[in-house]
């Protein structure tokens, strides 16, 4: 029997079709809702208490980008430490010393990324096509600006921008606030990709009345005007996205979702906290995009007696159990099917009372950020 041309052609197709159906049976997952063409997938590292030099976060970037990663956050500043040079806080290369390709404040004597190196760092993202995301902490976790304010005779507007009655917070109610805040920020913006994001953090600050929610509201919707002005945008944790409020948010503001508690040590101020926040389903309803970041499944604190081999297959193990539509801890019955639910990242935070050098630290966790990076591709 004789075959024409056009019936091999078809048999070719029918073959293809056959293999389509065949791998989005191996790889779809029902009822995720993941879009692949705007999927974020990312980690991020804490270099702020624990700081990490430019061959260092080059070796995260590598691994994202070995497995079909996106982003990597950088925490470049905490209480502990402001781990990036900043003219306006005066940590500048020029009044700091230089030793085995890191720069240290002379008055501190704590460590920073000059802005050429973390520039490199971004550029570097880049060709990997993993998009670098500096995260600059304002207006909470701030004493490691209050440090430097001080170390550099900058007590009058230190007093201006302290909150007294916070923990470690600039004074979000203040313009002096808002004002200093642009100027740290803006002397990243440069560095950065436009279309791309930076981090103003926002998290565990003091928010607890009508008046507060709408002083946030100001200062955070200024933020965001001002980034977007020169064609950056704008990402934070979801500590200040009050329900009473959320309407009142620029929508464009990317969410990164933590803890709907806020994990506090009572139940009672964690009913507080969940009391006043919106939950990540109500922040997609009112238009806002959000990235999930589990505290329970994608949150790691650095120690260096939990990263055995037994451990590290047990985190992967409970890994399994997640999946991007579980938002609020294990919490499997309250589920977010948002097409505005847009990625997943891991965060891995280091803590001075646990101590682990960053080589130890990268190699424990290679394993488990391969499993981590792949499972998420899966949805």
Known sequence: MKFNRNYYIAVFLFIIVLLAVFLSMIFYHPGTTVNAGSKRTGISIDC???????????????????NKGNYLTLHLTDNENFAVENESLHQTISNAYYKSGIYYNKKTKLPFLSKNQLKNIIHYGNSKHVEVIPEIDVPG?????????????????????????????????????????????????????????????????????????DQIVKYINSMDSYINQHSIKMTMWNDAFHKKVINKYNKNILIDYWSYSGQRASQEQSNQNMALRATMPELNKA????????????????????????NVQFWKNDLMKWNPKIWNNNDNTSLDKSKNNIGMQLSIWNDGSYKINNLDLYNNLKTYIKSYLNYSNSF
């Open 48 to 66: 702020a208490r624990s700081f990490k030099n430019v061959n260092f976060i080059k070796k995260y970037i590598n691994e994202i980008h070995k």
């Open 141 to 213: 976790h701030a004493q490691g600006i209050f440090s430097l304010l001080k170390a550099n005779g900058e007590y009058n507007l230190y007093k201006q921008v302290v909150r007294s009655d916070g923990y470690n917070e600039m004074d979000y109610a203040k313009e002096k606030t808002l004002s200093l805040s642009k100027r740290i920020i803006g002397e990243y913006i440069p560095l950065i990709k436009a279309g791309d994001y930076i981090s103003i953090g926002g998290d565990e600050i003091t928010v607890n009345n009508d008046k507060q929610e």
């Open 287 to 310: 238009g806002f995009k959000t990235i999930n970041c589990n505290f329970y499944y994608l949150y790691l604190i650095a120690n260096e007696k939990i990263f055995n081999k037994h």
